[in-house]
């Protein structure tokens, strides 16, 4: 294996590009989108939520949103409630249509962290899910100026995140039905 196939940011998007198209497949043979799929999950973790709310943890523009929710309101699978205080505000809840459509989502969200998952062992898993914790509280939070070096557990942790730099991005890639906001 050459060095830039070790490389970690290499492989982390890699492998969760590798991801979304197979949820992109996924979705499609469902009739839906990855996109629709995650704003059922976003729904089904944090009903009521806002369009706008939706779309900041989206990371897409709100009129997106709109459309997205459009589509699937006229299937049935959402509906928008008023604020009561701002009458500018649309809560997004889920109907009982979506119910079927997020089990079916669940399942295959099984299916592929099995497929990543299989020929790894649980210990391993636990040390990747903790090296990708570590790896987003880094991108989470901002180093201030003359901060304290690393405790010798958090550079143990670093030492530990480099090791199974290749197996974290599997780790990662399961997430990869989710919206990027999920992770911060």
């Not at 991801?19 to 729904?43: S, Y």
């Not at 699937?72 to 119910?99: F, N, S």
């Not at 914790?133 to 180093?143: D, F, N, R, V």
Request: a neutral charge; charged letters at 25%.
């Amino acid at each position: 294996m050459t060095d830039f196939q070790r490389d970690l940011l290499f492989l982390l998007h890699d492998v969760g590009r590798l991801l979304r198209v197979d949820a992109d497949k996924r979705a499609r043979a469902e009739g839906m989108t990855r996109a629709q799929w995650g704003i059922l999950l976003w729904l089904e973790r944090q009903p009521g939520i806002s369009q706008k709310e939706l779309s900041e943890l989206l990371e897409v523009e709100p009129i997106s949103v709109a459309r997205l929710v459009d589509r699937l309101e006229a299937r049935g699978m959402v509906e928008r409630r008023p604020e009561p205080k701002d009458r500018r505000i649309w809560r997004l809840h889920l109907c009982p249509p979506a119910y079927p459509a997020l089990n079916e989502i669940h399942r295959h969200r099984d299916a592929m962290a099995h497929r990543l998952t299989a020929e790894i062992d649980p210990i391993t898993l636990d040390a990747m899910a903790e090296a990708l914790i570590t790896m987003k509280t880094a991108l989470t939070h901002e180093p201030s100026r003359g901060a304290p070096a690393p405790s010798a557990a958090t550079q143990a942790m670093a030492t530990q995140a480099m090791a199974t730099q290749a197996m974290a991005t599997q780790a990662l890639a399961i997430a990869a039905l989710v919206p990027a906001r999920e992770l911060a």
